[in-house]
């Protein structure tokens, strides 16, 4: 059974950090890529960041040079580094596994508030 379990979230000020975790199984982590989307209150998903399974990555321009995505097969866990973190990050965040350009398996999410 595929699983992704996130962690990490939490209330952090504007400017802070927090680094998500996602713990995967199930399924051969190492041959996927993996994305992190979240959904802020009371909007839609919006795709954050992704690293394919040669650890090749790419990132939303709200996040570019502040969140920073890696992964480690041998742990099966991807992660999300935040910094320099904003109100308007604050969001649920999902971990998800590609499979041919489509999102077949999430996490349950993980809340970041960032405020003062």
């Known amino acids: 059974e595929v699983q992704l379990v996130e962690s990490g979230g939490g209330l952090v000020q504007p400017g802070g950090s927090l680094r998500l975790s996602c713990a995967a199984s199930g399924f051969t982590f190492s041959g996927h890529t993996m994305t992190w989307v979240r959904q802020a209150p009371g909007k839609g998903l919006e795709w954050v960041s992704a690293i394919n399974n040669r650890g090749g990555t790419s990132d939303a321009d709200s996040v570019k040079g502040r969140f920073a995505i890696s992964r480690d097969n041998a742990k099966n866990t991807l992660y999300l580094q935040m910094n320099s973190l904003k109100p308007e990050d604050t969001a649920t965040y999902y971990c998800?596994?590609?499979?041919?350009?489509?999102?077949?398996?999430w996490g349950q999410g993980t809340q970041v508030t960032v405020s003062s």
């Open positions: 998800a596994r590609e499979f041919y350009h489509l999102y077949d398996y």
